[in-house]
């Protein structure tokens, strides 16, 4: 059975930076290299799974082929990497408390007192591991929900500490993706929560081997190499992640920021062949350039967060690039199709409606 190489992905300064969005451009990249991918994700709530979570608390339950509810990252994998994932790619807080409970309750530990180290981080560890045992991954990709530094997060961060030194050197690999933010009003990219963030992650034990930097501007090679010296990083292993119009560019600028080439530098892997994103391009191409377009109304309890229909979106998007048609989406509360004051007229602009799904009858009624 072939040894796999794990690839951990951590955030820090603030959440919602997009590291379920790099690690899947990651995934991308090295998938064209040749290799077989798969990511996972570990969350730091208490909860088992997100299947009873409020869409508005952490956007989409996204269920999986084997029935299981996850976090929405899930389906940004599968739609990257066209793979199909399972209960094994996402575990929380909730569920590795579970099982080292019920082993408890079973007498595994043989009457030991049970503590977060060594129990709880060797069951994450384990869980690390599940998808690499089946001998079907080259590489495995573990994003590491929340923020460095919140207290939620800090037995995952031990685990991987701890799993670098069990694996050993060029065997798994830290990608720490931090904020560069703007400040207008001195109109300059400031490195300092950066600087912190990755302090706080060597104060834990971990120094990260790769940092990308998310930003709205250019980052200019003063900047970078001042996160370099302060982050203590290699100069090229500063890797800019700049806006973009849409997540599937991503792949792209992480390929000409040379990421993956990074990520096998320190793996200590050759390229299996030359990699070849053409369809990838020629998607992006086909949603950027579309020559059509229509009009969708979607009629939800939760659009005032469109993550809760998150692989709805996603869906249109897919197909509007395979009919190279651009769809606009027009969020409809579905409360408001019951008050008098509502304008159906509207509703006649449209060239469909989509109801989505949501728990319980309140304003589906009708």
Known sequence: MAFAKHIFVTGGVASSL??????SSLAKLLQARGFSVTIQKFDPYINIDPGTLNPYEHGECYVTDDGAETDLDLGHYERFLNITTS???NIT??????????????????GKTVQVIPHITDEIKRNFQLLATTGKYDIIITEIGGCVGDIESLPFIEAVRQIKWDLGE????????????YLQAAGELKTKPSQHSVKTLAEAGIQPDILV????????????????????VD???????????TIYDVPLLMQTERLDERVLTKLRLASRRKPDINQWKEFLYKIKNSTDEVNIGLIGKYVE??????????????????NECKVNIQWIQSEHLEKRSFDFKKLGELDAMLVAPGFGDRWRRR
Do not use: W
Request: net charge negative.
């Open 18 to 23: 997009g590291k379920g969005i790099i690690a």
């Open 170 to 181: 060029n065997n798994a690999i830290v990608v720490h993706l931090t904020l560069v933010p």
């Open 305 to 322: 967060l469109h993550d809760a229909y998150k692989s709805i979106v996603e869906s249109f998007i897919h197909a509007g690039a395979i």
């Open 235 to 245: 100069f090229e292993s500063v890797i800019e992640a700049i806006d973009t119009d």
């Open 93 to 110: 807080t909730g569920r590795i408390y579970h099982n080292v409970i019920q082993k408890e309750r079973q007498g595994a530990y043989l």
């Open 213 to 232: 930097a998310r930003c709205e501007h250019t980052l200019p090679e003063e900047i970078r190499r001042k996160l370099a010296l302060f982050c203590n």
């Open 87 to 89: 209960q094994a790619n």
